[in-house]
């Protein structure tokens, strides 16, 4: 079975710091994927990164970089000098070889305080 | 750029009636799902639909629950006879290859379900 922990439930930094949520799974596949949304208060699901398991080589995207460890099933995303516009909640997903569905951790919100 | 749209944005309906949720995925698409997160919590997949068929399905896609692809640009989500319960945002999603190999799901804005 699949499942993501996202132990997180609610973080808060001063506009500027930066944060890292933390995300960690649990799979027996060894083909899998792992993602990361973003989901404003708007309401939508904004994808933000896929990486798939057999590449362990960390992304860094502007201000967002993901450290990706199969040592300890963790795929962490940290937001360097955190903006306001960066207040939402994070989901972390999996989803592995075969199937279609991606299975969601619940979510860390995000406050970045002015 | 191209994306996905779902109507309404909210719907609010009575316990027992039926809801048809819409959904227009991208043009190029072939593979289209629903999910859905209850306020507050984890989004949660429902069912993946390919070819005219449902190719996947969660626990929580009982039968009261179908989908459909009425002509060449709609894809429906139907609650037959909505329950408390099924309060929750519903978001559509498609991607041109099926599952996740190689392509993103691109998801729709979500419709919000009440259910008095």
């Known amino acids: 079975a699949q499942k993501v922990t996202q132990a997180q439930t609610e973080i808060s930094v001063v506009e500027k710091e930066d944060v890292t949520l933390d995300c960690v799974y649990e799979?027996?596949?060894?083909?899998?994927?792992l993602f990361w949304y973003k989901q404003p208060p708007s309401g939508e699901l904004v994808f933000l990164i896929r990486?798939?398991?057999?590449?362990?080589q960390n992304e860094i995207s502007g201000r967002y970089s993901w450290n990706f460890q199969k040592s300890t099933s963790s795929f962490n995303f940290t937001i360097t000098a955190s903006q306001v516009v960066d207040s939402a909640v994070y989901f972390c997903?999996?989803?592995?070889?075969?199937?279609?569905?991606?299975?969601f951790g619940t979510g860390t919100r995000l406050t970045v305080i002015p | 750029e191209p994306e996905v749209t779902q109507t309404p944005s909210h719907q609010v309906t009575q316990m027992g009636q039926e809801v048809i949720l819409r959904c227009v995925p991208i043009?190029?698409?072939?593979?289209f799902y629903w999910y859905r997160q209850i306020l507050g919590q984890k989004v949660e997949f429902l069912v993946s639909?390919?070819?005219?068929?449902?190719?996947?399905k969660s626990e929580i896609f009982d039968d009261q629950f179908s989908v459909e692809r009425p002509d060449g640009s709609n894809f429906t989500l139907k609650i037959r006879s909505t329950k408390l319960e099924d309060s929750a945002m519903y978001f559509c999603?498609?991607?041109?290859?099926?599952?996740?190999?190689?392509?993103?799901?691109?998801f729709g804005p979500g419709t919000r379900l009440t259910v008095l």
């Open positions: 999603a498609s991607s041109e290859l099926p599952g996740v190999r190689d392509n993103e799901q691109f």
């Open positions: 799979t027996r596949d060894t083909t899998y994927y």
């Open positions: 990486r798939n398991s057999f590449d362990e």
């Open positions: 997903a999996l989803s592995v070889t075969g199937a279609n569905n991606l299975f």
């Open positions: 043009s190029n698409h072939l593979y």
């Open positions: 639909f390919y070819n005219n068929e449902i190719s996947e």
